[in-house]
């Protein structure tokens, strides 16, 4: 399984996207005026494209329904494809995709196979391919106006033709700051200009091992882990950006619990100031409980308190002398229990 782009808004350079982790092309046949700059396919890009070894893939479309105007058309967009291949160093035997590059109708599907029908004319039959939805391809195939398939997300319901070669995904990446789609290759010829040219530069099972590599790295079919959530477009995170999300938010963390630890540290200190104020006030409340004489009359007021105590003492006995005013003998012979 290989990894794939195709762009229409600019041209990255191949090191750019070496460096992405892709290693095919499918490149327009056709200029895309000023609103798509980058559209048409040149031969210097070409050149530096196979100087990074990224595979090279044909296709045509000049606007999105062209393939309506039938077998005709097909005949002079096969002729001019096949032109602009040779002027980049392509291949004739190899195919060129056209572009059906909009929700196709069975009724549609007429033009849109006598198109591939007159295509045929210059191109061979065996070098047509088709790109769109799950039916229009699906009905091309099946017609037998197409040998090639390269299938859409976009306008397939979910569906899968499995004789597919290409499979484009909904998953973008700006690649060298140019706004690509993600493909995936499903076949070993999958219509590269360099197939049966490419010198491998490891071994099946190295190759193996680095796509597994990849595909733990950035996702199945690169487009990042649902597991690990997705960024602000939406798009789910790779192991990379998942990582790095985890090492943010470590940051954030450790930010908060410095904050709280001056927080703790403040409180900490408010404490020790109440633990002192309440002292403060337990020893003034001692004193006014344990109040005592100003100097000099303190020097009395110990013996004072005793001479009080003895006067209490003296009166309660008062009542019980004989002879006292007020005193008859014989209330005291009453209280001695005397009639």
């Known amino acids: ?44 890009e070409a050149d530096d494209l196979r100087a990074h070894r990224i595979s090279i893939v044909s296709n045509w479309e000049t606007t999105a329904a062209r393939m309506l105007d039938g077998y005709n058309a097909g005949i002079v967009d096969a002729r001019a494809g096949l032109a602009q291949v040779l002027r980049c160093g392509g291949r004739p035997d190899r195919p060129i995709y056209f ?9 549609d599907q007429v033009p849109i196979n006598a198109y591939l029908d007159g295509a045929a004319t210059v191109l061979g039959a065996a070098n047509v391919g088709i790109y769109g939805g799950y039916w229009s391809v699906s009905r091309a195939l099946d017609a037998g ?18 004789r597919r070669n290409i499979h484009q995904t909904l998953r973008q990446i700006r690649v060298d700051g140019v706004l690509c789609d993600v493909n995936v290759a499903e076949t070993a010829d999958f219509g590269q200009w360099d197939f049966g040219q490419e010198e491998p530069d490891m071994t099946p099972e190295q190759d193996a091992v680095l796509r597994d590599i990849q595909t733990q790295l950035r996702g199945p079919g690169l487009a990042g882990w649902p597991q690990l959530g997705t960024d602000a477009d939406g798009r789910h995170l790779t192991l990379v950006d998942g990582l790095a999300a985890a090492l943010r938010r470590i940051d954030a963390l450790e930010g908060d619990t410095e904050a709280l630890r001056a927080q703790i540290g403040e409180l900490r200190t408010e404490i020790s100031e109440l633990e002192a104020t309440t002292a403060d006030l337990i020893e003034q409340v001692r004193q006014l409980e344990g109040h005592r004489w100003p100097w000099p009359l303190s020097l009395i007021e110990g013996p004072a308190e005793l001479i009080g105590a003895q006067l209490a003492r003296l009166e309660s006995l008062l009542p019980d002398l004989p002879g006292l005013p007020g005193h008859s003998d014989a209330d005291s012979e009453s209280r001695n229990g005397k009639p």
Request: proline share 8%.
């Open 1 to 44: 399984m290989r990894f794939g782009l195709d762009y229409a808004g600019g041209r990255p350079g191949g090191a750019a996207i070496r460096a992405a982790g892709f290693d095919f092309v499918v490149r327009y046949l056709t200029p895309g005026g000023p609103s798509l700059p980058g559209k048409l396919l040149t031969p210097a």
């Open 99 to 107: 572009s059906a590059d909009f929700d196709a109708t069975p009724q």
């Open 145 to 162: 106006s197409a040998a090639w398939a390269w299938q859409t997300d976009a306008w397939s319901g979910g569906n899968v033709e499995t």
